[in-house]
């Protein structure tokens, strides 16, 4: 069954120097510049899809899932599960602290490392490869690069939010982490809307779900080996 679902989340796919440096200082320079340029890039397409959302909604177009949304999940304005294309829930119980899965959580450019439904994951505005409030990123998943992503929601060691952007998709992924007994419970919710949300649902309408379960599974993993 890991197998199954590994191959299920792999197999997816959807349709000049700057005035005033010296020699010994202008490849640093030019590095970073092309590092800003980049992140206002990013940012500035980003701007431009959320103030010009004309997504139509279609839902909610959803499976079994739909039922088991938490409401103590925040949704941004205009992104919910009931205006939702696809939707997905995921929960898991990790015998570890709720700051040890954070830790693994927001490591982002890791991700690779311990989830193969994900690669070239770039965090654009910071060194650290560390999702924060408002990070910028690049990645692959699902088989579908997205060329902005941002961080929304950002509550130490709880809320994680993020929306993503691709051409002919829209989506806004979540993560809930409650301090229990003996460890941390996790409740991922993500909503996808637009055309590449709605191919990808009539591929598989528990894609989503199963890709989910397989990070959940390699999350636990992860951080119960700490």
Avoid at 11 to 29: D, E, F, R, T, Y
Avoid at 158 to 171: E, I, P, V
Avoid at 181 to 206: F, L, V
């Amino acid at each position: 069954m890991k197998n199954q679902i590994l191959g299920i989340a792999l197999s997816l796919s959807l349709p000049g120097l700057l005035a005033g440096c010296n020699l010994n200082q202008s490849s640093k320079h030019i590095a970073d510049s092309a590092a800003v340029s980049t992140a206002n890039t990013a940012n500035d397409s980003l701007a431009k899809i959320t103030a010009a959302d004309t997504t139509t909604p279609g839902g909610p177009i959803v499976n079994g899932d739909f039922v088991h949304r938490n409401p103590a999940i925040h949704w941004p304005a205009g992104l919910s599960p009931v205006r939702a294309d696809l939707f997905a829930h995921n929960e898991i119980f990790i015998n570890a602290p709720c700051t040890t899965v954070w830790e693994d959580i927001t490591e982002a450019e890791k991700w690779p490392e311990w989830y193969p439904n994900s690669s070239n994951v770039k965090v654009l505005n910071n060194k650290t490869g560390i999702l924060e409030k408002n990070s910028l990123f690049t990645w692959n998943t699902f088989g579908i690069h997205l060329d902005s992503t941002r961080v929304h929601e950002y509550v130490l060691n709880s809320r994680l939010g993020w929306f993503g952007y691709t051409k002919g998709l829209k989506a806004y992924h979540t993560w809930l982490l409650e301090n229990q007994s003996g460890g941390c419970k996790i409740i991922m919710e993500e909503i996808g809307m637009g055309a590449g949300a709605r191919a990808m649902h009539a591929k598989d309408p528990n894609a989503m779900q199963k890709g989910h379960q397989l990070w959940d599974t390699r999350l636990k993993q992860l951080a119960e080996k700490r």
